[in-house]
């Protein structure tokens, strides 16, 4: 059973463009939120997280949007470059143990300039 | 600057042969963890520790082994490597049990023939 789904599987935008990777859960025992961003070769390295307290959370062109009530948290990417083509992954943690991180599959972001 | 290093990056084995690989941090973080990354599956959780001594299995541990003798260092083991196991591996460290952010190494690529 898979506890964080992940859509779409891949994307591909032009440079400037808005990329919006989707990510829902079903553990509401879930507090914490990271993306993860992994470019070919390398190890994916943490972006940008939430918690539920919040609903919003922008860090530059990174902004993490979260509807608790419809278990659901987004990944937008404004103003898409193309150092931005990687994989991104979403991931749901619950207090208490890093074993308890779980990653979606992930998504292939491919920004044509 | 502290860093996390997994060897080799490549490696070929065949069927039923045993395989060890490493991973070395200088954080000094008490957890570290062994994930594997497979198309369409997105990050397995292999096995962790939470320090000296310490193991647990995670998600797929079948097939594989760990042991942590010091903080630095927690090596993976195939007792007997198969196909199924082919795979790209991560390890990854974290500072505390909350697991906000896990540190990870640049991969394995393991092709068992």
């Known amino acids: 059973q898979q506890q964080v789904k992940q859509s779409p599987q891949s994307l591909i935008v032009q440079k400037g463009g808005i990329s919006i990777i989707n990510c829902a859960y079903e553990n509401t025992a879930f507090d914490y939120f990271p993306w993860y961003q992994q470019f070919p070769g390398k190890g994916p390295a943490l972006l940008i997280a939430?918690?539920?307290?919040?609903s919003e959370k922008k860090e530059g062109r990174f902004t993490i949007s979260f509807n608790k009530s419809a278990k659901q948290f987004s990944l937008h990417i404004m103003d898409s470059q193309p150092g931005d083509s990687a994989t991104y992954f979403c991931a749901a943690f619950t207090q208490g143990g890093s074993e308890k991180l779980v990653f979606g599959k992930g998504m292939k972001l491919t920004v044509n300039p | 600057d502290a860093e996390i290093t997994q060897s080799p990056r490549h490696k070929i084995t065949e069927t039923g042969r045993q395989v060890t690989l490493a991973c070395h941090q200088t954080w000094n973080h008490n957890n570290m963890f062994w994930y594997r990354q497979d198309l369409g599956h997105g990050l397995r959780l292999i096995h962790y520790s939470y320090g000296v001594h310490d193991t647990n299995k995670g998600e797929v541990s079948d097939g594989y082994s760990v042991s942590r003798s010091n903080t630095e260092d927690l090596p993976l083991t195939l007792e007997s490597a198969a196909s199924s196991q082919t795979s790209v591996y991560f390890c990854?460290?974290?500072?505390?049990?909350?697991?906000?952010?896990?540190?990870f190494g640049s991969g394995t690529q393991l092709s068992v023939l």
């Open positions: 990854a460290s974290s500072p505390g049990t909350d697991g906000e952010k896990l540190f």
């Open positions: 939430i918690r539920p307290d919040v």
